[in-house]
């Protein structure tokens, strides 16, 4: 089986002024062949816990026909991972005059992806992710009464999330003793990690971004290729695949995702780092499910948790938070993937219209005020 070389990096860009570099490419990951059996990780840095650790290579990796070898097809990956070449596959023909949706924006104006059901085959980006051997971190924070959440979030991410992937959870917490312990399917992970907590809420909210771009500089990067960032009071109903990793991925909010952009719940107030005007802007993002590359969401995260220290030392804290914060750096680092509503959705709010065909990753019920009191 023939590996091609990586894509050159080009350097990201962003819209407002300042520039970064996409960063160097991934240096631990070799791409695998058909052949090649999957690699175990490293281990965890010293001193996490470790609930479960895998010794043999995940889902076998079928080997290729000789014969059909020659019709093996190159699939260029826009995050800069290696190229892999697939083998023979058997899936129905993309039609160029068919959409798969007509009823949904599938693109947006910068031509990202928006991952609605029914616009993707599982099975070649299970295929294409696989033969990365990719690893992905799901960072979840449980501080204080909120570790209640973590049993149906990690039981039912389990099920649901990443199946047949390399998952390392990471738990934040300042209650590490009531981490449940849930069994995990091979190749899958557990670390704890403790964290301080903070009175309010919202500052428990808003320093996840500090924390997670700490995390990213010196941990996430050696140990995972990329990150999903969740709310732990969620729990995971459908599948929820690769077909949601790329560099950089949002999710539409639920709530806003047929709004107009003057109505979005942006930060309004000229004095925050977090103001968009009310000309501007794609999406209304959530803030409880965001994602990319390692080194694009420590970009991300660290500018967030900048313009929040800004704020305060301006005598401001914009209205959503971290999702504020997001919101405005999704407006000038446009997201090269996009996730629909199916993503994260609220059934008690806003019942099972007909345009989400699944709904993946949903809200659970919480009381407010009990779960947010000391
Ligand atoms: C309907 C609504 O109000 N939505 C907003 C609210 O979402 P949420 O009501 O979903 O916020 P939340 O209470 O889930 O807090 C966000 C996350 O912080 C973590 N956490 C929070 C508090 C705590 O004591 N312990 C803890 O671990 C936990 O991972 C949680 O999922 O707030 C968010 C953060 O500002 C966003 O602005 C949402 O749009
Ligand atoms: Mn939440």
Known sequence: MLLYPRHPRTPAVTIAGCSHAAGPPHPRTPAVTAQTPLQP??????????????????????????????????????????????????????????????????????????????TFSPEILDEQFRLQNVTVGLTVFAVKKYVAFLRLFLETAEQHFMVGHRVTYYVFTNRPADVPHVPLREGRRLAVLTVRSHARWQDVSMHRMEVISRFSEQRFRREVDYLVCADVDMKFRDHVGVEILSRLFGTLHPGFYRADRRAFAYERR???????????????????????????????????????????????????????????????????????????????????????????????????EEMRSP
Not at 71 to 86: F, N, T, Y
Not at 284 to 310: I, K, P
């Open 41 to 118: 990780r490293p281990a965890l840095s010293p001193g996490s816990q470790v609930l479960c650790t895998w010794a043999r290579p995940l889902l076998p990796v079928p080997a290729p026909s000789p014969v059909l070898s020659f019709c093996s097809v190159a699939v260029g990956d826009p995050d800069g991972r290696p190229v892999v070449a697939l083998s023979r596959m058997l899936y129905p023909q993309p039609k160029a005059l068919t959409p798969r949706r007509s009823d949904v924006l599938v693109l947006t104006p910068w031509l990202a992806p928006i991952v609605w059901e029914g």
């Open 270 to 368: 000229p004095r925050s780092q977090a103001y968009i005007p009310p000309d501007e802007g794609d999406f209304y993002y959530m803030g409880a499910l965001f994602g990319g590359s390692v080194a694009e969401v420590q970009r991300l995260a660290s500018a967030c948790h900048q313009a929040t220290v800004l704020d305060k030392a301006n005598g401001i804290e914009a209205v959503w938070h971290d999702e504020s914060h997001l919101n405005r750096y999704l407006l000038y680092h446009k997201p090269t993937k996009v996730l629909s509503p199916e993503y994260l959705w609220d059934q008690r709010l806003l019942g099972w219209p007909s345009v989400m065909k699944k709904l993946r990753f949903v809200a659970v019920p919480k009381n407010h």
